[in-house]
């Protein structure tokens, strides 16, 4: 425990507070003057606090945090890895600060030739300052490290999220808080040397960091299986596609064949004047306009505006399952739709989920027809799924858990569209119930 003036604490605590703040905001994509401003009035405070609780202020800090996560997690306005981060950033910070102390402790006492405990007392000033030299120099090592991993890491966050592992993070992340707070305060409290609480916290880091490596290694063995599990569901729908492709190829073969029978008869019976057998072919020939009209309604003609491949394979197999349950499907798109990468996952399971509620209850109604509109413009991407519910009458209701028309304990997808889409800052989804018509819009932004 060093003992140095209190200016020369308030310093070392506001500086190791302030970083704390900066590098999260860093993280987020959020350093704004407005909020430099706040953080260091932040940091003020805590590092008042600090002077009379130590690092207790810091699981104050923690716990004030949690408590408004909690606050605005019911509004659906945090992601629970941002406070998971946070207490990453703290628990680092922690590290380099007291791995900063240590190595100025063994500085002063190489530099003065005094490597007995009384160096503490003797020069505590001198080491708290030139431990916040070294901190402030392992920020900036840090920090760089953060600006060239960045891709790599804001990867690793989207693989949480989309693999649902942000509750385990975050447990994680606080025990590793409470695990470092209580190795800091026992070394305090009982006076350990510097060389036995550096080699500690050594040990410690290694360990944490052998585990962050397993981890990692886990989620990228967990996205090639489920991007070979992905594969082979595409290859299906391609067989199906393919399938379909062949259908309806044949089925314009025939309607090319008899539609030049007919013209063809239609000019032998003009030349003889024959009205009545001319009507007859003119009649026959309108019964063939279904067949024209399936094929240029036909979801295959609308796929080559869909660029992500993992989208275009759902719309297949969407497309086809309609087919199957009698439910016409129709896609409109009138320019090239492309979606980004970065909750791709997500954005199809909720299309998926849309669209099967979609079918479901199209199949209960009179004219069976989904319509799915893709629409872009500057920014923004509009997915607007619509069928006819004439059984949904309370727009409230149907966003509940456990809602459905098509039976008791059936409606929970919509309930994981919410949960799915409140994970997520660039996505929303309206709903609306006009003239029996249920419209729902997945609108999807670009993310800052």
């Keep these: ?107 002063i006492s190489i530099i003065k030739s005094d490597f007995s405990q009384n160096i503490l007392n003797n020069s505590a000033t001198d080491i708290t300052l030139l431990g916040i030299f070294f901190a402030v120099l392992f920020d900036g090592l840090f920090f760089i490290l953060l600006k060239n991993k960045r891709t790599e890491l804001q990867h690793l966050n989207q693989e949480i999220i989309e693999f649902s592992l942000e509750k385990q993070y975050f447990i994680f992340i606080f025990i590793l808080f409470i695990v470092i707070e209580i190795i800091l305060a026992v070394g305090n409290l009982q006076g350990v040397t510097a060389t036995i609480l550096l080699t500690i916290i050594i040990i410690f880091c290694v360990l944490i960091g052998m585990t962050f490596w397993q981890v990692m290694l886990f989620l990228k063995a967990y996205s090639i299986r489920q991007e070979a ?60 306009r279904p067949i024209q009209s399936e094929i240029q309604g036909a979801v295959i003609a609308q796929l080559d505006y869909l660029k992500n491949d993992p989208i275009r394979g759902l719309v297949i197999q969407k497309f086809l399952a309609a087919k199957q349950a009698g439910v016409t499907l129709k896609f409109e798109m009138t320019e090239p739709i492309e979606l980004a990468t970065a909750n791709l996952l997500t954005v199809i399971r909720i299309i998926g989920i849309l669209l099967d509620n979609a079918i479901e209850q199209a199949v209960q109604e009179t004219d069976q027809l989904v319509s799915c509109a893709f629409l872009q413009s500057d920014g ?4 607007t799924i619509e069928n006819t519910a004439s059984q949904v009458k309370n727009l409230q209701a149907f966003s509940e858990l456990g809602y459905s028309t098509k039976g008791a304990g059936r409606g929970t997808g ?16 309206e709903t609306q119930i006009e003239n029996r018509k249920l419209r729902q819009t997945l609108m999807i932004t670009e993310e800052t």
């Design 1 to 107: 425990m060093l003992y140095t003036d209190v200016s020369v604490s308030l310093m070392q605590n506001f500086v190791a507070i302030l970083l704390i703040f900066l590098l999260y905001r860093y993280i987020q994509r959020k350093i704004t003057f407005k909020r430099i401003i706040l953080d260091i009035l932040i940091a003020i405070i805590f590092s008042i606090l600090y002077l009379f609780i130590s690092d207790a202020s810091l699981l104050v800090m923690v716990l004030m945090r949690l408590g408004w996560h909690f606050h605005q997690q019911k509004e659906n306005k945090i992601k629970t890895t941002d406070t998971a981060n946070l207490i990453l950033i703290i628990v680092i910070q922690l590290l380099l600060v007291a791995v900063g102390t240590i190595i100025s402790q063994f500085t």
């Design 229 to 288: 599990n992905d594969q082979l569901v595409r290859n299906q729908q391609l067989q199906d596609y393919l399938v379909n492709i062949e259908q309806q190829y044949t089925e314009l073969r025939r309607f090319k064949h008899d539609y030049q029978n007919i013209l063809l008869s239609l000019e032998s019976f003009a030349e003889k004047g024959d009205q009545q057998q001319f009507k007859a072919y003119y009649q026959e020939l309108l019964a063939q």
């Design 380 to 383: 923004l991407i509009e997915i």
């Design 414 to 429: 919509l309930a994981n569209v919410q949960d799915l889409i409140a994970k997520q800052t660039n996505l929303f989804l």
